[in-house]
């Protein structure tokens, strides 16, 4: 026998079945008693208790009403979903004791005004709905109990306590017939639950016996198929290997993505043409290109975009060559090998290929622009093998796009020693902190009104084998090599201490920042641990950005400029008027100075004074200070300061010092 019924220790699907048997059994019950309630209010009406027994009568027929809505919505609505029945039989549950309520309620307030006939009835009436619900609330016992409780004991008490003797028979009835229904509901209980068990057991033998037979269904077509495929594989098991040796071969020279030729391939392949054209004593053209952009792609649109853009820039290259002459050399690199009679002709070849590529390729609903840059390296007058000819049409392509004037390059002696050259300093920088070759000098920028020193510009100086490189050719290098960033902090730190042993409080630093050292993550943590470390008040380093970098990545731009800010560290915008900054972008960052580039000073007498008074216009609408850079002689110097310019440097005032020099500067101003 099963355990008394409580919903909580039943699963969702025996609860559900629980439900519906409620639900099923439910519409008679609620038939019934509207009939019970009408005959009682309306058969023995008297005046006194007219008005009470139509309340009654209204109550539990609008309580009734919400039951049998809320059995439609279960039996038609969610009975077909899958939900959680423990609701709708909460629900039920409520209806059933707000019912039983209603009619303990009607018995307690109407009993004084019954008389003997109509009480007997009533416990008649109470005492048949109470048989009724033992079946039809018989799968929840507990239901049964209170149902049955509220409906015949309130009566029952009343008639016992009745002072008319012979009404104590009447209670005594309805206190028996409530102990036999309680007894009866746990048969009927038991006999319900027993039902739903079996039904839940039937119902997964049948779903087991079901998945039993897919299973060997299953089974069964996969032996077929096992047996036709192993049938067929032994029928053309000599083609199989011989298609797949074709393909390991074909796999083994191409590019998995492009199906041009791969490194190795194109070697071997080179090589041999090298040998037909030395034989037949032609030249032959090998053009080296890059993709000019595809980075930007790869980290915007991410490297699935990345390969379909790859893929379209291979099939224009094969409208320039065949395919035994063309070669994915890895990444964004491409190569084409081509005889030529006239050089030129190779120079338009490349011209093509970037006007091309040029063209813009429509790819998951974007519009992808590129360009090209290529160098070139002749057979045999630039070497005799493969890897050389390579090597130089590599370097000669890196070199026009280092130099960003043109896009196409033919090797020479001048771009091998610039190269070289370049390779020279990026080796030379590596050890440049580390062998004491960078130092710093110093250049005064003067208040315009007073003449006294506002602030230092902190300028990198480098030695290299003796001899001094300008910061134009080797800040370039440094930042391409990855090196800015340490060289950077070598110099904020130098320049931070330096200002700190400074005796005047009030005399600032200056130091440039370069964009990739800006844009690092780490950029402000380091900034923190410098001014920690040196003791350099924040609000005496102004540092200078080159307006080029306003160009890209706005939004870290500005949480970087920001940043720099809240530690009350000035920024300065460097060579204003030469970049392409606009003026929301003067509006969202907040600068403190903007440096006016010397360009500009040197044309004062030109199309530099009208530019000079716009950018006086424009720091004054924002609230910054100006800073005139290049000043050179006395006349510039009193016209910038009659223009409403604030800060001067240049060679009038002094030229860059060291640090040694500037103690006696600053103890005269003192």
Same mark, same amino acid.
């Given at each position: ?29 609620? &038939? ?68 039983? &309520? ?116 299953? #089974? ?31 796999? @083994? ?90 050089? @030129? ?25 590129? =360009? ?11 070497? =005799? ?66 003449? !006294?020193?506002?602030? *230092?510009?902190?300028? !990198? ?143 004062? =007498? ?38 409403? #310019? ?5 060679? *009038? ?18």
């Amino acid at each position: 026998m099963r355990p008394i019924f409580h919903h909580s220790t039943l699963n969702d699907a025996a609860l559900r079945d629980v439900v519906h048997l409620l639900h099923s059994n439910a519409f008679n019950g609620m &038939i019934i008693s509207v009939a019970a309630i009408s005959a009682l209010a309306f058969g023995f009406d008297t005046p006194e208790t007219h008005s009470v027994k139509r309340l009654f009568w209204l109550i539990m027929v609008s309580v009734l009403l919400l039951r049998f809505l809320d059995a439609i919505f279960w039996m038609k609505v969610l009975r077909q979903k899958d939900t959680s029945p423990r609701p709708a039989f909460f629900r039920f549950a409520i209806g059933v004791t707000l019912t039983a &309520i209603i009619w303990g309620l009607y018995c307690v307030t109407l009993y004084p005004l019954m008389d003997i006939m109509e009480l007997a009835t009533t416990v008649v009436v109470l005492s048949a709905l109470a048989g009724g619900a033992a079946a039809v609330l018989g799968a929840s016992r507990p239901l049964v109990w209170t149902y049955c409780t509220l409906l015949l004991i309130p009566v029952s008490v009343m008639a016992l306590t009745d002072p008319r003797k012979e009404l104590f028979m009447l209670g005594l009835l309805g206190f028996g017939f409530c102990i036999i229904m309680l007894g009866t509901s746990r048969k009927t209980n038991a006999f319900y639950l027993e039902t739903i068990s079996l039904r839940e057991k039937n119902q997964a033998l049948v779903e087991q016996m079901a998945e039993e037979r897919n299973e060997v269904v299953r #089974v069964n077509e996969a032996l077929r198929l096992s047996n036709q495929k192993l049938d067929n594989m032994n029928a053309t098991l000599e083609a199989e290997v011989h298609s797949r040796t074709e393909d390991i071969v074909r796999l @083994s020279n191409r590019d998995p993505l492009t199906g041009l030729m791969n490194r190795a391939a194109f070697l071997n392949t080179l090589r041999d043409k090298l040998k037909q054209a030395a034989f037949r004593e032609e030249k032959l053209a090998i053009l080296f290109t890059d993709l000019d952009g595809f980075k930007q792609v790869n980290d915007s649109l991410g490297h699935q975009t990345g390969d379909q853009v790859l893929v379209s820039v291979a099939s224009r290259f094969r409208q320039f060559a065949p395919d035994d002459c063309l070669s994915r050399w890895g990444g964004d690199e491409f190569i084409i090998v081509a005889t030529f009679s006239n050089l @030129s002709k190779i120079v338009q070849l490349a011209k093509n290929i970037r006007a091309s590529i040029a063209q813009g390729m429509a790819i998951d609903r974007n519009i992808i622009n590129l =360009d090209a840059t290529t160098g070139i390296a002749i057979f045999p007058d630039h070497g =005799d093998n493969e890897q050389l000819l390579i090597q130089r049409a590599d370097i000669t392509m890196y070199h026009e796009k280092r130099r960003g004037v043109n896009h196409t390059g033919i090797f020479s002696d001048n771009v091998h020693d610039a190269v070289c050259r370049e390779m020279q300093l990026r080796d030379g920088l590596r050890s440049a902190i580390i062998n004491d070759q960078l130092h710093l000098v110093y250049q005064p920028i003067v208040d315009a009104g007073t003449g !006294l020193v506002w602030s *230092y510009e902190a300028l !990198l100086r480098w030695q290299f084998n003796g001899q001094p490189v300008s910061p134009a050719d080797f800040i370039p290098v440094a930042e391409r090599s990855g090196l800015i960033n340490d060289i950077g902090l070598w110099v904020l730190s130098k320049a931070c201490e330096t200002a700190a042993s400074w005796k005047d409080p009030d005399v600032a630093v200056s130091v440039n920042v370069s964009v990739i050292q800006l844009m690092e993550d780490n950029f402000i943590l380091k900034l923190d641990e410098v001014l920690s470390h040196t003791g350099l008040a924040p609000s005496r380093l102004h540092l200078e950005i080159t307006e080029s970098v306003f160009a890209d990545n706005k939004q870290k731009l500005a949480a970087q400029v920001n940043a720099i800010k809240n530690r009350r560290v000035a920024v300065s915008i460097d060579d204003f008027g030469t970049g392409f900054s606009s003026l929301s972008q003067l509006q969202l960052l907040h600068f403190d100075h903007i440096k006016i580039d010397r360009s500009f000073i040197h044309n004062l =007498d030109s199309a530099g004074g009208p530019i000079i008074r716009a950018t006086l216009l424009i720091a004054g609408e924002f609230g910054c200070k100006t800073v005139a850079e290049g000043v050179e002689t006395e006349e510039q110097a009193t016209r910038l300061k009659a223009m409403g #310019v604030d800060y001067l440097q240049g060679f *009038y005032f002094a030229r860059p010092e060291r640090a040694e020099a500037l103690t006696s500067r600053l103890e005269t101003e003192q």
